[in-house]
């Protein structure tokens, strides 16, 4: 009988700083939410300090990760801890950092948001928030098959609460309801990759796994890993929204409140992709002609369905979605890279992928932030008939959400350019110049859908529709018009009574009752959140400076971000 003792020094804690920032931030929420004044009958979570208080507790747990995070960049600590299982490389801190600057975005823009759709259970709001950060971070760190599959979980529950929390829309139910069956089905393929890749190679640590595949004859995968492959690929696949297993992720983003679906479009491509990359640019690196063509399939049916899906979308919530198909796309052609490249050039495509995720995280960010103030209580405000002249009466958000689309579309000098401009280079001198051409292709059919959107606000219907005219206010029920209704055969009759002339004589109808007509449903009135949205704008206004700087002044950075990406391959 063999036994294993291992014993957790300062430095292995020192490793998981930010996780360690989060987890305990996480435990205080929940005392100060105990602690609040509660008023209000509705619920004891109604109070308007939880409005303030708890996400400047969100908010300080965050920011206390990311000086952790940026601490751990300059002070010596070994690169993995806890018996190899988790990194703590400059690659897993740079990811680190992408998830906290977009999970502390997504604390931003809830107070207003939550105020004005009048969602209660704040506490429990901001803790899952932090929970699911916290499952990316180990998600993003994993150097073992056992942590993958616990930061997925951790992560994919809390976002499945967090989807469906808005229990007064029925949107929001069925968005939690589907994200958790199919996020459920994935989970269930990939873990069951990881039992047979285990069986295959008796190890689930990835440096393992690499040795034992490297030392098979000829590089020669066994069919078990094969299908173990494949299944890890599904789970994979299924949390990057990559085509075929993208079919949730219009209704689940639709659905979910605006400020989860910012943080989720963003934060769960970063883990999937960390993994992705250190599982088959590293691991699996030795039989990359096994799986290279399949996962080459689905990065160009990604990019080239996303975007011809996006062309009919009336609902720029859906349209953000399907851009983040398209977006999940491109980034998959940095993992096909990051597998192809031999030598020097094999952390080409991570180095890609961690520049592209920095600038995607500020362009989506933003994006959807607009689309959290434009939202209202019953699922609307974001539609195309909703978005009509929105230059006049909301210039300020009309011209913010332009620049945010005209970025994503990748026009100079904003983030998207340099993005996609890296991106496509690496794809280029890793040896797949078709991806290059077809992801140049794809891209200018993305141009049109999101200048067709800001035509709209800018060029379209100066004058307000019948529903925006008159703002919501409690109590306020909007006015229908009546239908059109035939005259009463009986109300008023001529008859000819005698030859001397006609006399106008008024008779009872056949039947005083009126089928009473169908009243609009009442739905409740919003919360005002003036004082609040200084939050959201702030969001905003980050988004909008991160947009430009990234795309500006990141690319000076390229040497530490790639050897950033060099240290995921190792």
Request: with cysteine; hydrophobic share 55%; charged share 10%.
């Amino acid at each position: 009988m063999t036994t294993f003792n291992y014993i957790a020094g300062a430095d292995q804690w020192l490793g998981i700083a930010p996780v360690v920032v989060l987890v305990v931030m996480a435990l205080v929420l929940m005392l100060v939410d105990l602690l609040l004044p509660h008023e209000g009958e509705r619920s004891k979570h109604s109070g308007p300090a939880n409005f303030t208080v708890l996400p400047a507790v969100a908010l300080l747990g965050v920011l206390g990760s990311i000086a952790a995070a940026i601490t751990l960049f300059f002070v010596g600590h070994p690169t993995s801890v806890f018996n190899n299982m988790l990194g703590a490389d400059s690659g897993t801190l740079f990811a680190d950092l992408i998830i906290l600057v977009a999970g502390g975005l997504g604390i931003l823009l809830s107070p207003a948001y939550l105020k004005r759709l009048r969602l209660v259970h704040q506490g429990e709001y901001y803790a899952l928030l932090l929970l699911s950060m916290t499952g990316m971070l180990l998600m993003a760190g994993a150097l073992s098959f056992l942590i993958v599959f616990v930061g997925l979980e951790m992560f994919s529950l809390a976002l499945y609460i967090l989807c469906g929390f808005i229990e007064q829309r029925q949107a929001s139910q069925e968005s939690g309801m589907k994200y958790f069956l199919l996020s459920s089905f994935a989970s269930a393929f990939l873990l069951y990759g990881i039992a047979l890749i285990y069986a295959a190679t008796g190890h689930t640590n990835f440096v393992d796994v690499q040795r034992y595949v490297m030392s098979q004859a000829h590089g020669q995968a066994p069919i078990l890993l094969m299908v173990g492959l494949g299944l890890l690929t599904v789970g994979f696949a299924f949390k990057v929204s990559a085509v075929p297993f993208q079919t949730w992720t219009p209704d689940v983003y639709q659905g979910a409140p605006a400020p989860i679906t910012a943080f989720m479009s963003v934060g769960t491509k970063v883990a999937a992709l960390l993994a992705f990359i250190r599982v088959f640019g590293f691991a699996l690196s030795s039989v990359q002609s096994s799986w290279m063509p399949v996962v080459w399939a689905i990065a160009v049916l990604t990019v080239v369905l996303g975007n011809v899906m996006a062309v009919g979308q009336g609902n720029i919530k859906r349209l953000l979605a399907y851009s983040s198909i398209a977006h999940g796309g491109y980034l998959l052609i940095g993992v096909v890279v990051s597998g192809a490249g031999t030598g020097s050039q094999n952390h080409i495509g991570a180095s890609a992928v961690l520049f592209y995720l920095s600038c995607y995280l500020f362009m989506n960010m933003g994006a959807f932030g607009v689309v959290s103030l434009l939202e209202r209580l019953d699922n609307t405000g974001y539609e195309a008939a909703d978005l009509r002249g929105l230059w006049y009466r909301r210039p300020w958000l009309a011209g913010l959400l332009a620049f945010f689309l005209l970025a994503l579309a990748g026009f100079p000098p904003m983030a998207g350019f340099a993005a996609k401009y890296y991106l496509f280079y690496a794809a280029l001198i890793g040896g797949h110049p078709e991806l290059l051409v077809i992801g140049v292709i794809a891209s200018v059919l993305g141009i049109y859908y999101y200048l067709r959107f800001i035509g709209t606000m800018f060029m379209e219907g100066r004058e307000e529709s019948p529903a925006l005219a008159v703002p919501a206010t409690p109590g306020h029920i909007p006015a229908t018009p009546r239908p059109a209704t035939k005259a009463p055969t009986g109300g008023l009759r001529r008859t000819a009574s005698s030859a001397r002339g006609a006399t106008a004589v008024a008779e009872r109808p056949a039947s005083t009752r009126v089928a009473a007509e169908p009243q609009p449903a009442v739905t409740p009135a919003e919360e005002p959140t003036r004082e609040l949205e200084g939050w959201s704008w702030v969001a905003i206004g980050i988004a909008a400076l991160g947009t430009l700087v990234t795309g500006v002044i990141l690319p000076f950075w390229l040497p530490q971000i790639q050897q950033a990406a060099q240290s995921l391959l190792r």
